[in-house]
């Protein structure tokens, strides 16, 4: 009985183990260089699935494929972000490409109009930035992904 209580114990640990291993976060090359990369954009933004937007800027985790200017816990939108989240403007990958590259620049395109915004840090290289939308993307609806 006790030599079976112990072989029951060791197969719940495999299959819990199991589990765990299966929630790792497993990344693509361009997904893990764009991991890299966005480690600059991590002094003002979070990409931790689970935590609250900094007071500088939104948590971007999730970003791929949503609404501009839609976390409910980041109140300081700027007049360029909170236009282009009015004209519903979707996060895919031309649009993050372009913003990437010159924030400022597009979402003046974006309004129509010459508009206040927060983002002046700039990814010039393309490569660069498509590893970052290439990041985003692979870590939507991913929580154990940070």
């Known amino acids: 009985m006790f030599l079976k209580t112990i072989l029951t114990g060791?197969?719940?640990?495999?299959?819990?183990g199991g589990s765990?291993?299966?929630a790792e976060c497993t990344l693509p090359a361009d997904a893990q260089a764009g991991k890299a990369v966005s480690n600059q954009c991590k002094a003002c933004?979070?990409?931790?699935?689970?935590?609250?937007?900094?007071?500088?800027?939104p948590n971007i985790h999730d970003i791929y494929d949503s609404k501009a200017g839609e976390r409910k816990d980041f109140p300081?939108?700027?007049?360029?972000?909170?236009?282009?989240a009015a004209?519903?403007?979707?996060?895919?990958?031309?649009?993050?490409?372009?913003y990437l590259n010159d924030p400022k620049a597009f979402l003046n395109k974006v309004n129509g109009a010459e508009v206040k915004h927060a983002m002046f840090f700039a990814l010039k290289d393309e490569k660069k930035r498509q590893d970052v939308v290439a990041f985003l993307?692979?870590?939507?609806?991913?929580p154990e992904c940070n």
Request: glycine share 8%; hydrophobic share 45%; charged share 20%.
């Open 76 to 84: 300081r939108y700027s007049q360029g972000m909170q236009g282009a």
């Open 10 to 16: 060791v197969a719940i640990a495999v299959v819990a």
């Open 137 to 142: 993307k692979a870590i939507k609806g991913k």
């Open 87 to 98: 004209k519903g403007l979707v996060w895919n990958d031309q649009n993050l490409m372009e």
């Open 45 to 57: 933004h979070v990409f931790e699935a689970d935590k609250p937007s900094r007071p500088t800027a």
């Open 20 to 22: 765990a291993i299966a």
